[in-house]
């Protein structure tokens, strides 16, 4: 309790009778406890006084006020009244009393009295407030479960109502069966004449009368059309709060004299809601003066609610019938192969497009597992594919897969798989294949073709090389060795000459290097005689004199011999790789690493050049003029293998190539 609440308490008591009452009790008591002192009265006779001595009469006549304070204002006041009381008697008992050890026996007494009585009588107050509060909490519950009775009646009533409404609306999702419906429903609930629903038409913005109940036909086509925020149902579409109106027929709002004719006078309009959206109005109307209450009102807003919701569903039910509908036209008409299989491999639908490939009628293949079709090679992929989406991994690109036909030939694939998922459960996996078989061999016909090509070249490399080699570049050394021995034995030659014929020997000689030079890029004979590990030595050698910069060849695994065919192709294609860091890439280094597995080889070409901005795919290197990176590929793909670039401005580029051994 704050000091300014107990202000006003003693404040109160101060003005309490009782308090002067106490105040005089304890007077009058200390006047008589110690008369003789004052001269008032002399000692009485021990008769008068009960048979105590006179001033164990006093003390306890002490107990009055006590017990009355205590009674009166509680434990607190009774207390400090005792302490009063206590002041009063030690003085006698400590100096007056002639026996001060039982006056004070008496004293104490007197006190330890007092304050039991005003214990028990806090005791008994606070019995009788907390029977007291009992009751009232007693009489609270009472009317608050008698105010949950009437709710809850209320409550049942009404959602009796709603459920009959829902699970009428719930029994189709044709839509004008619904609308028909939810009006019956609407008449019956409201117990009104006239029902209507309007749908708002969002491409011309106008309410359009969808259905109607009560009226008739010549009332109905004259509200069809009601633009936003004209008559009644357009300001209850724009406003989206229900609207009252006790006289339709006089009512200044109205737009359309046919509702006179109708003789509507009561009306109430609703908005109806759809995902938060105002899709279009409810309006009910008698024929005779009627007030809405606010519960018919709240009760007609669920209910419209409701329709709401369900019209929104029978719309959304359409369109998944016209979606499904073209689903099912374009799954049956594809030109590729689409089915549908579950967990297990069981096939559940498929298209014409899949029984022209496998040689299956549809009806057979809803009969059939995939493992009909696939080798057990093919089937470990198909299971590999499977795990993946089954963890939530996609597959970003068309895989390859093999498929064994009715006829026992063979098909190839590119297959495209997803997840089927039910309730966020997967069931199944959909394929859209498509038949690459006459592609693929096409494809194996053009490597083929290249193979022999680049084989040819190679051969005619070789064949050129060794000509330049055996026949031109001995013609230059004769034709220098000539012109030596020509300057040499002609001694009256004059210096002109000399210094001409010199000149032609010097020339000779760079033809005859440059020749040499050329020839070992056609055809390098350590290649052919040692291997590709020394030829790519031999070619970072080159490449530091012809191109002044730090190269270094670094070797891991195993080293081997490869084919002939294969150490050519690795050669040009990091031949090429070194060739464009020294003509193009502007780098002060380059690294060779040459990387041996059990199953593989790869070799990385890394700078430190300028670098430069990669295309989408590979494929479009030799559109934007980098023919040498799209020869690299296409070796690359000769050896089985594969390319990849990696390369940013400023940053270098790495070339990796991938083949298998």
């Known amino acids: 309790m704050t000091l300014a609440e107990k202000a006003i308490q003693a404040k109160r008591v101060a003005q309490n009778v009782h308090f002067w009452l106490i105040l005089a009790m304890l007077v009058a008591i200390s006047i008589l406890h110690y008369a003789e002192q ?37 434990l607190g006041a009774g207390l400090i009244t005792g302490f009063i009381a206590l002041l009063i008697m030690l003085p006698r008992a400590l100096f007056i009393s002639p026996v001060p050890l039982d006056a004070l026996l008496e004293s104490g007494g007197v006190l330890v009295t007092g304050a039991l009585a005003c214990f028990w009588f806090e005791s008994r107050l606070k019995a009788r407030e907390q029977r007291r509060q009992a009751t009232i909490e007693l009489e609270t519950t009472q009317q ?44 019956e609930v409201m117990e009104t004449e006239v029902a209507l629903i309007f ?6 913005q106008e309410l359009r009368l969808m259905a109607y109940e009560g009226v008739s036909d010549k009332f109905a086509r004259s509200m069809d059309r009601v633009k936003l925020g004209e008559g009644f149902n357009g300001r209850v579409a724009v406003s989206g709060q229900p609207l009252i109106v006790e006289n339709a027929s006089r009512d200044s709002r109205l737009t359309r004299q046919v509702v006179k004719q109708e003789k509507i006078e009561a009306l109430l309009v609703i908005p109806l809601r759809a995902t938060g959206s105002i899709i279009g109005t409810l309006c009910v109307a008698n024929r005779r003066p009627r007030q809405f209450l606010a519960e018919e009102i709240e009760l007609l807003t669920i209910i419209g609610g409701q329709i709401g919701i369900t019209i929104e569903n029978a719309r959304f039910y ?67 594919v499977r795990s993946k989406l089954l963890r939530g991994e996609s597959i970003d690109e068309p895989y390859e897969q093999r498929l ?8 190839f694939l590119k297959l495209t798989s997803s997840l089927v998922l039910s309730n966020a459960q997967p069931v199944g996996f959909q394929h859209v294949a498509r038949d690459v078989t006459e592609e693929r061999r096409m494809q194996e016909n053009l490597r083929f073709y290249l193979q022999q090509v680049t084989r040819a070249q190679e051969e005619e490399r070789k064949r050129i090389a060794r000509e330049l080699h055996d026949e031109t570049t001995q013609s230059l050394v004769a034709i220098s060795h000539q012109l030596e021995n020509f300057a040499s034995h002609n001694r009256h030659l004059s210096a002109h000459d000399i210094q001409l014929l010199d000149n032609l020997s010097e020339q000779v000689k760079n033809a005859s290097h440059g020749l040499r030079h050329f020839s070992q890029d056609l055809r390098l004979p350590v290649l052919d005689d040692l ?30 011999r490869l084919s002939s065919e294969a150490e050519i192709l690795i050669f040009r294609i990091v031949q090429e790789a070194v060739n464009n860091v020294g003509r193009h890439a502007e780098a002060s280094y380059v690294e060779v690493t040459v990387e041996f597995y059990e199953d593989k080889i790869v070799v990385t070409v890394r700078d430190n050049g300028k670098g430069f901005e990669l295309p989408r795919t590979l494929g479009e290197l030799a559109r934007i003029g980098k023919l040498g990176l799209a020869g690299m590929e296409e070796r690359a793909r000769l050896l089985g293998g594969n390319l990849r670039v990696q390369s940013e401005p400023g940053k270098g580029t790495t070339v990796v190539t991938s083949a298998p051994v």
């Open 318 to 384: 359409r369109e998944q019938q016209r979606t499904a509908q073209q689903y099912q036209d374009i799954f049956k008409n594809a030109s590729d192969a689409i089915w549908v299989q579950d967990l297990e491999g069981n096939i559940l639908t498929a298209n014409k497009a899949t029984a022209k490939l496998t040689g299956y009628s549809m009806e057979e293949l809803t009969h059939m597992t995939v493992t009909r079709f696939l080798t057990e090679q093919e089937l470990d992929l198909a299971r590999e």
């Open 199 to 204: 749908f708002l038409d969002e491409e011309t």
């Open 38 to 74: 004052l001269g008032i009265i002399g000692t009485l006779s021990p008769s008068l006084h009960f048979g105590l001595s006179r001033h164990a009469l006093d003390r306890t006549l002490l107990l009055v006020p006590i017990i009355y304070a205590g009674f009166t204002f509680r």
């Open 531 to 560: 291997g590709l590990l020394p030829a790519l030595e031999w070619l970072i050698g080159n490449a530091k004199k012809a191109y002044g910069m730090k190269a270094e060849l670094r070797l891991t695994g195993t080293q081997r």
């Open 404 to 411: 064994i036909k009715r006829d026992g030939t063979e098909a």
């Open 144 to 187: 608050e479960l008698q105010s949950y009775i009437r709710l809850s009646r209320s409550n049942e009533k009404r959602l009796a109502t709603l459920n009959a409404v829902s699970n009428m609306l719930s029994r189709s999702f044709e839509l004008e069966e619904v609308l028909h419906s939810a009006l019956d429903m609407v008449v």
